[in-house]
Every structure is written in structure tokens, then in C-alpha cells.
Nanobody
């Protein structure tokens, strides 16, 4: 019932910047915590950053002071501004959101992922 579509990934040199976007569509009543996760080859998926509907944020230590998560509730969209990128940031980045319809419990949905590659 809810789909997340990510965009904005690509190839960038170390020290560069990228901005990821993730838009939610479908039939839902509310979105709660939205976030970004990443998975590098051979590694487990890890949290990058999350943001609540009230704009409270959580960041992984590895991205603090370099990445900024934000959301536009009117557009049902979450963003990840990534600055000072490092080769170790290379991964597939996944968007995640908690959602519910009018009379349902909270559900969890993932996007399809977008590749971010940082060259040295």
C-alpha cells in the first residue's frame, strides 16, 4: 500500500556531495519515523540516520557532522544531504519508513535502494 522511491545516488569523488531523496506514495494515513540505511558489499545493512515526524534526528557516529537528514511532511519526502563524502561511504542506500492507514497498526516499508559510489 505504500511505496518508497529513492533518487539522487551516483558516482562522486572523495570530498564531494550528494543529496538523496525518498518519496512515499500510496494509500496511508500517517508516516512516523523515516530514515536512511546503507549496505556495503559483504557487510550488514546499517543505520545512517533517522528523523521523526517532529524532526528529532539520530545519526550514526560515522556520518555525524557530514550528513544531514531532513523531511518535508507536506511532500511525504525524506532527504539525506551528504557532504565530505569518503570512499567508505560507498554503499547501496535504502530509505525506510513507518506508516499506517487509518485503522491499522504501524507497518514498515523499504525502498529499492540507490547506489552511492565515492572514488578516492
Amino acid at each position: 500500500q505504500v511505496q518508497l522511491v529513492e533518487s539522487g545516488g551516483g558516482l562522486v569523488q572523495a570530498g564531494g556531495s550528494l543529496r538523496l531523496s525518498c518519496a512515499a506514495s500510496g494509500r496511508f494515513f500517517s508516516l512516523r519515523v523515516m530514515g536512511w540505511y546503507r549496505q556495503a558489499p559483504g557487510k550488514q545493512r546499517e543505520l545512517v540516520a533517522t528523523i521523526t515526524s517532529g524532526d528529532s534526528t539520530v545519526y550514526a557516529d560515522s556520518v555525524k557532522d557530514r550528513f544531514t537528514i531532513s523531511r518535508d511532511n507536506a511532500k511525504n519526502t525524506v532527504y539525506l544531504q551528504m557532504n565530505a563524502l569518503k570512499p567508505e561511504d560507498t554503499a547501496v542506500y535504502y530509505c525506510n519508513s513507518q506508516w499506517r492507514s487509518t485503522f491499522s497498526n504501524w507497518n514498515n516499508v523499504w525502498g529499492q535502494g540507490t547506489q552511492v559510489t565515492v572514488s578516492s
